[in-house]
């Protein structure tokens, strides 16, 4: 958001920082005279509005984000940020790893614990009546943003370690022992609390925020899109009726903590919520994105061809700053040319350049997100008649009508050929093409060559892919300032027609609108519709498919998976649906990087083993210090 150019005052933590026996509890003495000072004019108010926006999760920054949580990423042992070693099974209860209850990181590019910004938010409203210089609507949309901003926060905690405190209020100072040692609740009450508080706040919300200086601030049409994920994510089989799980995750009355019975109707309510706010953006002009401006002078020529184009809509969706589709953006934590904006190891190495500082070269897709994408099809690589799955490793010589994602007449595994343009949008591999720099790269990545393993350097990519979907195409890596900053994707117009998609037909099985809602998407990303592909005998496996909830369930899991993919959403989707150990306890492997010769590179290699215990791994774990200054908390089952 565009308000974190504002100061964010130091003194603001250090006035309300108490070393009370509940850190995340807001003991706040009421009436001080820094309040006072605090919330006296408009221009001191703002630096606690923009604190409050300042606890939103950092997924731009590569050491704080939780797109390298799951199976989509990896890096080299020796640039493993703690996501990784999360993955890996090396989280710990007495100084967890990733953790918004606690916070983690390094300062300014960590992230703070969410109950701080809880604790930031409820000043401001409770506070920011003081105010003398506002009229009482600016202050009602104030409290109705940060109202919002505290249910987020709930929320990002509820999904991260199930059931947890509400705290709506700060305490007083005179509160007793009792009243900190706050007690978790259920599951059910906190997402009712959640939603609740969204509602209330949608009433003072601007319908949409358009001026440049407030982009990113909440409105109505983000606060019904994140309603509709928070309901998604109530009706998903870890939150609702897990008896599997969690049938004696009780508290000290006995009561459980998640639902033991399965209420089918959750899913009507997130179809319902899904709906309306597609309904609410759209009103508001948000669209799905296609690439309108005029080509780069390199790929002029081929711009006449739809499979060039549809390339670059994908890869724009994300990278191209503002655009029509992104609902809610946040460009706070990382900006233009710090060195740890998660661009830098993503981005691949200019072959003409010998000043590369910026360009790290070790953030690496896994093999299992390369067989993710669909074929040219539309249809997973292992259910397409026309795609040779049993021998996607061999070698092939790349045609002339895969000339515009590979280099023609050179060789690459027939697992890079005939995908759809998402994967070449969104993957770099050997001996295909990187639009990038005001060119066309010839990518070259076996050992040695230039964007391959050379000698023992750390920055290589370890499976053999390269990520390009996060890098905005004019990125260059010479210095840190010519990175083109673009706002997180907090949520897509994309995500919503997912959402109710997958709701809708859980509630009520296949339908001409879950159709639709896959297919606006598919539409972007050139391929045929879900009825087309899954119709058509001469390529589809299992014909007909989606025409059960369960083939479609299957369906739309996969086109979420690729859609979002490394926008941070894998890991709580692949959590939600309790399929974590399907996926997060399997090897990640990879090309053989380390080798010279086409033959010898194109091994598929172990890389390493992520590790993933269940029940435990489905929620985080509390710390021992939270535990200990807290006996009324109870630890997540298995910690």
Known sequence: ?????????????????????????????DGTQELRLLFNRKETAYNSLANCYSYLPQNDGTYASYALLSDELTTPVPKEPDAIRVMKGQQTVSNPLMGYWSG???TGRGQGPLWEGIRSCNILIENIDLVVDMNQSEKNQWKAEVSFLKAYYHFLLLSNYGPIPIIDTNLPISAADEEVRVERQTVDECFSYVVNTIDEAITNLPERVVGNNDLGRIDKVIARAIKARVLLYSASPLFNGNSEFYSDFVNKDGEHFFN???????????????????????AQGVTMYYYTDTPPTFDANNFQFKFVRDQYSNRFSITDPWNSELVWGNSSPVTNGQFWQIQSPALMKDPTSSAVEAAWQWLSPTLRMAETYYTKNGLPINEDKNFDYTNRYDVSTIAFNQRFYAQFANRTAKLNLD?????????GFDRGLNRTWGTIWNLKMRSGEVHGRVANTGDFLETG????????????GDAY????????????????????????????????EVYESLNIIRERAGIPTVEDAWSNAANAITVNKHLSKEGLREIIHQERSIELAFEAHRYYDVRRWKLATQYFATPIKGWSVNE????????????????FNAPRDYFQPISFTELSRNPNLIQNPGW
Request: hydrophobic letters at 40%.
């Open 419 to 427: 995908r759809e343009p998402r994967f070449y949008a969104s993957l």
């Open 596 to 611: 010279e010769s086409e033959a010898n590179y194109y091994q598929i290699r172990e890389i390493g083993q992520r590790s």
């Open 260 to 282: 033991q019975n399965f209420d089918e109707s959750k899913w009507q309510l997130a179809a319902e919520a899904a709906k309306e706010a597609i309904d609410a953006a759209i």
């Open 481 to 512: 300032n010519k990175a083109v900053s673009y706002p997180w994707p907090m949520i897509r117009f994309s995500e919503l027609y997912l959402n109710y998609a997958e709701a809708l037909n859980e509630a009520s099985g296949p339908s001409a």
């Open 465 to 476: 892919y390269a990520l390009k979907k996060l890098v905005h195409q004019d990125t260059e």
């Open 104 to 106: 983690f990181g390094a």
């Open 1 to 29: 958001m565009k308000i974190k150019n504002k100061i964010i005052l130091v003194l603001f933590f250090s006035i309300f920082t108490f070393s009370s026996c509940e850190k995340y509890l807001d003991i706040v003495p």
